[in-house]
């Protein structure tokens, strides 16, 4: 079975920038220009991914269906997103540190309900309550195990210091909100990549999209651990991550189209 | 599997593909099966009258189940294979090839 043709210029664009931020470690170039340019970039490019989401969701009948209301989801996804990237990025030209939490934090936080309610989409899309029932113990336990493991190792590295709350105010409440959606998000991934058997026309698009929340994971994982150390500027490592992320996301919401699969077009690839 | 069992298969995949991947996908892949006409274009109230099959009864589940199955490989068989465990129980089995059953 043929897969679906790659949007090609989308992807050079994306190595393109990926060799940017290479060169940007490499050089330590000392102004500050070169760093803001990656950090539009951070913006743009998933602003236009959420956009070609949006418009593919309507190809999916929208929110009629799971696929379609995953494309929206993810599409609302990249838009906090870009809207919590543009805050950032806007305020850091005036104020030497983002003030957490902050405006863009308005946007960030919504990113994980999205991507959540997209993955819980992507179960009934593989079928996988059903395959989680021809062995319900012994699936269950794995997916319990799963579950508490990834719940144990993301707190463990985010919290591990215990004294970090005995002042609870308002950034500790944002940080517990972030860590709580990220393991959703990832336990959802684990669930679909453990339980469902995605192929097809749609198995690239899919792994693109599966792919982009692990590493939205990683890089807020990074961020929270290089943040104290005053090492998350902009175009810094956990930037480069939620790149990845967001370029993959974004791509996905591009190959995930009903459109190239239709066989009133089908037949002519 | 009597016509009227047929009939209700195909009604119940092509529905839960429409929850799936949206009517329009849903209906044209089954009518470019080349064995399922259908005459209605909302399947939300697709009726069994307005299904019309022109090929042996496995031949027309088979040939639907693997029009889907191009889409999300695997995954859209498991969907549908549970819609016929549904509706045959016992003998699911026997319905489709085993080759979509891996």
């Given at each position: 079975?043929?897969s679906?043709?790659?949007?090609?210029?989308?992807?050079?664009?994306t190595?393109?920038w990926i060799?940017?931020?290479?060169a940007?470690?490499?050089?330590?170039?000392?102004?500050?220009?070169f760093?803001?340019?990656?950090?539009?970039?951070?913006f743009?490019?998933?602003?236009?991914g959420s956009v070609?989401?949006?418009?593919?969701?309507k190809k999916?009948?929208?929110?009629?269906?799971?696929?379609?209301r995953?494309l929206?989801?993810?599409?609302?996804g990249l838009f906090?997103w870009s809207?919590?990237?543009?805050?950032?990025t806007?305020?850091s030209?005036?104020?030497?540190?983002v003030?957490?939490?902050?405006?863009?934090d308005?946007?960030f936080?919504?990113?994980?309900?999205?991507y959540?309610?997209?993955?819980?989409n992507?179960?009934?899309?593989?079928?996988i309550v059903?395959?989680?029932?021809?062995?319900?113990?012994?699936?269950?336990s794995?997916?319990?195990t799963?579950i508490?493991?990834?719940?144990?190792t993301?707190?463990y590295?985010?919290f591990?210091?215990?004294?970090?709350f005995?002042?609870f105010?308002?950034?500790?409440?944002?940080d517990?909100?972030?860590?709580f959606?990220?393991?959703v998000?990832?336990s959802l991934?684990?669930?679909?990549i453990?339980f469902?058997r995605?192929g097809g026309?749609?198995?690239?698009?899919?792994?693109?999209?599966?792919?982009?929340?692990?590493f939205q994971y990683?890089g807020?994982i990074?961020?929270s651990l290089?943040?104290?150390?005053?090492?998350?500027?902009?175009a810094s490592?956990?930037d480069?991550?939620?790149?990845i992320?967001?370029?993959?996301?974004?791509?996905?919401?591009m190959?995930?189209?009903?459109?190239?699969?239709s066989?009133?077009?089908g037949e002519?690839? | 599997?009597?016509d009227e069992q047929?009939k209700?298969l195909?009604?119940?995949i092509?529905?839960?593909q429409t929850?799936?991947?949206?009517?329009?996908?849903?209906l044209?892949?089954?009518?470019?099966t080349?064995?399922?006409?259908i005459?209605?274009?909302?399947?939300?109230?697709l009726?069994?009258?307005?299904?019309?099959?022109?090929?042996?009864?496995?031949?027309?589940v088979?040939?639907?189940?693997e029009?889907?199955r191009e889409?999300?490989?695997q995954?859209?068989?498991?969907?549908?294979?549970?819609i016929?465990?549904?509706?045959?129980?016992n003998?699911?089995?026997?319905?489709?090839?085993?080759?979509?059953l891996?």
């Amino acid at each position: 079975m043929k897969s679906l043709p790659l949007p090609k210029i989308y992807i050079i664009l994306t190595i393109f920038w990926i060799i940017y931020w290479i060169a940007l470690q490499f050089f330590s170039p000392e102004s500050r220009y070169f760093y803001d340019i990656f950090a539009i970039v951070l913006f743009a490019q998933p602003l236009y991914g959420s956009v070609k989401a949006a418009i593919n969701s309507k190809k999916w009948n929208g929110r009629k269906s799971a696929v379609g209301r995953i494309l929206i989801l993810i599409s609302l996804g990249l838009f906090a997103w870009s809207l919590g990237q543009l805050a950032y990025t806007i305020i850091s030209f005036f104020v030497e540190e983002v003030p957490y939490p902050g405006l863009p934090d308005i946007f960030f936080i919504f990113i994980d309900p999205f991507y959540s309610f997209a993955m819980f989409n992507l179960i009934l899309v593989g079928g996988i309550v059903s395959n989680i029932k021809k062995s319900l113990v012994l699936n269950v336990s794995l997916l319990t195990t799963t579950i508490v493991a990834l719940t144990f190792t993301t707190l463990y590295l985010l919290f591990n210091d215990l004294s970090y709350f005995e002042t609870f105010d308002l950034a500790i409440a944002v940080d517990l909100l972030y860590s709580f959606g990220s393991i959703v998000v990832i336990s959802l991934v684990a669930i679909n990549i453990m339980f469902s058997r995605l192929g097809g026309k749609m198995k690239v698009g899919l792994y693109c999209l599966l792919a982009g929340f692990v590493f939205q994971y990683i890089g807020d994982i990074s961020y929270s651990l290089l943040e104290p150390l005053g090492q998350a500027y902009s175009a810094s490592m956990p930037d480069f991550l939620f790149y990845i992320a967001t370029s993959l996301v974004s791509l996905a919401g591009m190959m995930i189209n009903a459109e190239l699969i239709s066989t009133t077009r089908g037949e002519r690839e | 599997m009597t016509d009227e069992q047929l009939k209700r298969l195909v009604l119940a995949i092509i529905k839960k593909q429409t929850q799936i991947i949206g009517e329009n996908l849903a209906l044209e892949r089954a009518v470019n099966t080349g064995l399922i006409q259908i005459s209605s274009k909302d399947a939300r109230n697709l009726t069994i009258e307005q299904i019309h099959f022109s090929g042996a009864d496995n031949e027309v589940v088979t040939r639907l189940i693997e029009s889907y199955r191009e889409i999300f490989g695997q995954a859209s068989v498991d969907v549908c294979v549970n819609i016929l465990r549904e509706n045959f129980p016992n003998d699911f089995r026997t319905v489709i090839p085993q080759t979509l059953l891996v």
